[in-house]
């Protein structure tokens, strides 16, 4: 018989409560973690130290799968790795580029030169750095494929994708394709669901929306996290948030600590 193979832990990102922890970071991980959340994706410290952080985090009982990571951040983009990886943070995700980046070949081209020359960086520095999606990467070039899979034929092999697959969805392409095509390198799973008609229409837990949420996983077998992130619900976050725990968690789809 073969065993059945133990589901990506979760982990939520932080960009859902940003409202939240910027009045009380600690108190939004203890809440997490005793929900039972396995991590947590850092969109920044909000005002907290490393070392805050760090306490924090053990405090809560609860791990970093991953934080967000602009090319053009504060700072600069080596001191911000120098500090991510101070946390212990392994991966590292550039949450966006212009919409612009991806209107030919050779922009995609020159996108993925950016995109690498951040990879070496962070390589150099034992960190995995990876690309995280919108909608507006999914617009199909001449060949019909998405310019987000035309940008990984360009980026270097050990660049991974972190699949949106709510924004896959809204982009007008299949979630399940999409993380097909990207194969192996699919190792975050951002997870959201909602009507999925426009980019500015509300989201809600996941479970209650239109998105083929058990579809997709399914067909992303390398994911290493399952990332909840909700950008804007029209209830309670927090009570979204716990809710699309229950439903990935209590279907089996992800694990959590509880």
């Known amino acids: 018989m073969n065993a059945v193979p133990t589901p990506p832990p979760i982990s939520v990102q ?4 940003r409202d939240q922890t ?3 970071f600690p108190g939004v991980l203890a809440r997490l973690g005793a929900k039972g959340y396995a991590g947590v994706e850092l969109a920044g410290l909000s005002g907290l130290s490393a070392a805050q952080l760090t306490a924090a985090l053990t405090a809560a009982g609860i791990g ?4 967000h990571l602009g090319l053009t951040v504060d700072g600069g983009f080596d001191a911000a790795l120098d500090l991510h990886q101070s946390l212990g943070c392994d991966t590292v995700v550039i949450p966006s580029l212009p919409h612009d980046a991806f209107s030919n070949l050779d922009d ?5 030169d950016r995109v690498n020359a951040a990879a070496e960086a962070a390589r150099s520095r034992g960190v995995t750095l990876g690309y995280h999606n919108h909608w507006w990467e999914l617009a199909p070039l001449s060949d019909g494929r998405p310019a987000l899979c035309h940008l990984f034929d360009h980026l270097a092999p050990d660049v991974i994708a972190e699949v949106d697959i709510y924004w896959v969805q809204v982009g007008g392409a299949d979630p399940k394709e999409v993380v097909v095509d990207l194969g192996s390198r699919v190792h975050l799973v951002h997870v959201k ?10 989201m809600v837990a996941v479970g209650d929306g239109v998105i083929d949420v058990a579809g997709v996983l399914a ?5 290493r996290w399952h990332i909840v992130e909700l950008d804007r619900c029209a209830t309670d976050m927090f009570d979204a948030v716990e809710r699309s725990y229950d439903y990935l968690v209590g279907s089996g789809y992800s694990r959590g600590t509880t």
């Open 193 to 202: 669901d909602g009507p999925a008609d426009s980019p500015s229409s509300p």
């Open 14 to 17: 932080l960009y859902t409560l």
């Open 64 to 67: 970093l799968s991953s934080a």
């Open 108 to 112: 995609i081209r020159a996108s993925a």
């Open 219 to 223: 067909a992303a077998p390398n994911a």
């Open 22 to 24: 910027a009045v009380d």
